[in-house]
């Protein structure tokens, strides 16, 4: 069964870190691009970094300097280190399968999520 | 970056409808625009890439159009289950901005 299952989610204190994780099955994933994308609660979609097949990372204007995107082939897992969190960073944290190891290409399949709060 | 602007930000359309929702880019983009679907509470649903191609699965009721700058979602024949916010999303440059969405609600 192809699907993408995130993880690390939770409430953490402003100016801490957390490293939230995608782990992908059914399909090659060494082969493909990752993306991560965010809904902070009741707003629409932000794209916020990929890490493409041959290691090319780019980032989101907002999360550029603290956030990390890194991936681990040979667990089918990619992670993403957020540090110096901020309250605007509380949203919900999809991964995303690009449909090619380039980065600029669309996303054909979405994990369910993982919720970060940030909250004193 | 490029901005994405979708319109109507919502609309109100019964079951048998025909629904187009507009989404323009700041700049041109070729045909680097896909369209999603997201039910509440849900994950969003990849629906169409390349501005046109329907991803495996979608019903052929959902179709995409345009290039450049100006680009269309049209549902044909709405169903029940097609209520739900809809976003565009360029990927010709880095940021991949989304559009702001578009709810569908039912009339």
């Known amino acids: 069964q192809v699907q993408l299952v995130e993880s690390g989610g939770g409430v953490v204190q402003p100016g801490t870190s957390l490293r939230v994780s995608c782990e992908g099955s059914?399909?090659?994933?060494?082969?493909?691009?990752m993306h991560w994308v965010r809904q902070a609660p009741g707003k629409g979609l932000e794209w916020v970094a990929v890490?493409?097949?041959?290691?090319?990372?780019k980032y989101g204007d907002s999360v550029k300097g603290r956030f990390t995107v890194s991936r681990d082939n040979s667990k089918a897992t990619q992670s993403l280190q957020m540090s110096n969190l901020r309250g605007e960073d509380t949203a919900v944290y999809y991964c995303?399968?690009?449909?090619?190891?380039?980065?600029?290409?669309?996303?054909?399949?979405w994990g369910r999520g993982t919720t970060v709060t940030v909250s004193s | 970056d490029i901005q994405m602007t979708q319109s109507p930000s919502s609309v109100s359309a019964s079951v048998g409808d025909r629904v187009t929702i507009t989404c323009r880019a700041s700049?041109?983009?070729?045909?680097?625009l896909a369209w999603f679907q997201q039910k509440p509470g849900k994950a969003p649903k990849s629906l169409i890439y390349?501005?046109?191609s329907l991803e495996s699965g979608v019903p052929s009721r959902f179709s995409g159009s345009g290039s450049g700058t100006d680009f269309t979602l049209t549902i044909s024949n709405l169903q029940p289950e097609d209520f739900a916010t809809y976003y565009c999303?360029?990927?010709?440059?880095?940021?991949?901005?989304f559009g702001g969405g578009t709810k569908v609600e039912i009339k």
């Open positions: 995303a399968k690009g449909r090619s190891g380039w980065p600029n290409d669309a996303f054909d399949l």
């Open positions: 059914g399909f090659t994933f060494i082969s493909y691009a």
């Open positions: 890490m493409s097949s041959d290691g090319n990372k």
């Open positions: 700049q041109g983009i070729t045909n680097y």
């Open positions: 390349a501005a046109s």
């Open positions: 999303q360029h990927y010709n440059t880095f940021p991949h901005t």
